[in-house]
């Protein structure tokens, strides 16, 4: 029995809930088809442990799937399993997938479902986790249906991090910027190569309390994790769903060890490609996003900018008092402002960006040299990116579309 909701009831309640449920309500009758490649069923029947299942939500990603799919097949870990999950796709993203999965059932672990459409990102990534994990999968990756892993060792690389540590239960590492058409956008800015040629993470990214607290981290993304089964329950957020789960592992480390961050490991390794494309889930419009209940009532997007929404972020991560005060929040917060205007400018949102500029220097939580601060700096980075400004300027024409063609077969 598939769950559509599964441990929905954390939010019960609440007016995500309603939504959910009440879209689960439209589809009550509807069947729902798992395929499995030959491959998934044979180590199925196999008694052996230590898989890691790579759970890869889709939606309307048609022309990118087969790439993200043939990442994931490529990697060198000897049990790897995909579990796809496609969010209702309109545009045939399920048939280019289980054509891909056709042509590798012999070769490639993997099971596709496909549920009705919510639109939520943590509904597939809940089902995959909760209804369709093999029994003996100890291991839990994530690779979004766009994007893809940046090497054939990039799974290994987070696996023997937590077999040499059997104290954490999670393990990240860093991920660059590709356009569209695969073109590198933006080279990765959590790590950088030593004298001896081994990299490590840069002193104000690595994981500790006080950079938490300063934002000194990048966005994290759920494509460069990696974790053991039972960790904690993917939250039901609309957006922001990959920091809100981030910060669970911070809170629940800083339980289960005494406050610190014992729990989480640092890989210093390019994990993941992260695909910046101008119809994805995180670039949606207004017009979109307001079909939400809890946003509507909000009448925001992101929850750091309701009052007190830094403070709660904090304490989700279970970030210890002693770094909560005005000068950490009003960085951090800073930070955010900066991120959002700069993200709407690079999409071709100027509008949007302008009115989020406008909207940051009217926070009164925030101290204005540190907005100007960020956006020198970030401005100050894109300048030397050349990549990224040329992507800036084309979307600002409408020629940031830079995609490549499905197969012919599955067109």
């Given amino acids: 029995m598939i769950d559509l909701l599964p441990g929905v009831t954390e939010i019960a309640g609440t007016a995500r ?45 048609r022309e990118f799937v087969c790439e993200t ?23 045939g993203t399920e048939r ?61 690389a987070l696996i023997e991090a937590l077999r040499a540590n059997p104290a954490a239960f999670a393990a990240y590492g860093d991920y660059d910027w590709i356009s569209e058409g695969g073109e590198t956008l933006r080279q990765s800015q959590e790590i950088k190569s030593r004298r001896n040629g081994k990299w490590t993470w840069r002193r104000d990214r690595r ?19 990696a974790v053991r089964r039972g960790v904690p329950f993917i939250p039901y957020f609309y957006r922001g769903e990959d920091s809100g789960y981030f910060a669970r592992l911070f809170k629940k480390s800083a339980e289960t060890y005494g406050g610190t961050l014992g729990g989480v490991i640092q890989v210093p390794k390019l994990v993941c490609h992260y695909r910046v494309r101008g119809n994805s889930i995180t670039n949606m419009s207004e017009e979109v996003l307001v079909r939400n209940v809890d946003l509507m009532e ?12 830094a403070e709660r972020r904090f304490e989700e991560a279970g970030i210890p008092d002693s770094f909560v005060t ?44 540190h907005i100007i601060g960020q956006f020198v700096q970030y401005l100050g980075k894109q300048v030397l990116e050349p990549r990224v400004m040329i992507q800036i300027i084309r979307r600002a024409y409408g020629k940031g579309r830079i995609g490549k063609s499905p197969p012919a077969e599955v067109r």
């Fill in 17 to 61: 809930r309603n939504e959910l449920s009440r879209q689960i309500l439209r589809h009550c009758n509807l069947a729902l088809a798992l395929y499995t490649t030959e491959r998934f069923e044979t180590d199925l029947k196999k008694s052996h442990d230590r898989n890691v299942a790579v759970v890869v939500p889709t939606y309307d990603i």
């Fill in 69 to 91: 799919l043939e990442s994931v097949r490529r990697q060198d870990h000897p049990r790897v399993a995909a579990i796809v999950v496609d969010d209702g796709s309109s545009d």
């Fill in 96 to 156: 280019a997938a289980l054509h891909y999965l056709n042509s590798h059932s012999g070769s490639m672990s993997a099971c596709l479902l496909q549920i009705p459409h919510f639109g939520w990102p943590s509904v597939t990534r809940n089902v995959a986790l909760y209804s369709l994990l093999p029994v003996g999968s100890e291991f839990i990756a994530f690779m979004d249906g766009d994007d893809v892993f940046a090497s054939p060792s990039a799974v290994s």
């Fill in 207 to 225: 994981l500790t309390w006080r950079n938490l607290a300063l934002g000194n981290h990048g966005v994290h993304h759920f494509q460069t994790l």
């Fill in 298 to 309: 909000s009448g925001v997007v992101k929850g750091w900018q309701l009052p007190g929404g």
């Fill in 326 to 369: 005005k000068e950490t929040i009003s960085v951090w917060l800073a930070k955010q402002w900066a991120n959002e205007t700069l993200r709407s400018m690079f999409r071709g949102k100027f509008r949007t960006g302008i009115s989020t500029l406008r909207q940051s220097f009217r926070d009164r939580r925030v101290y204005r040299r």
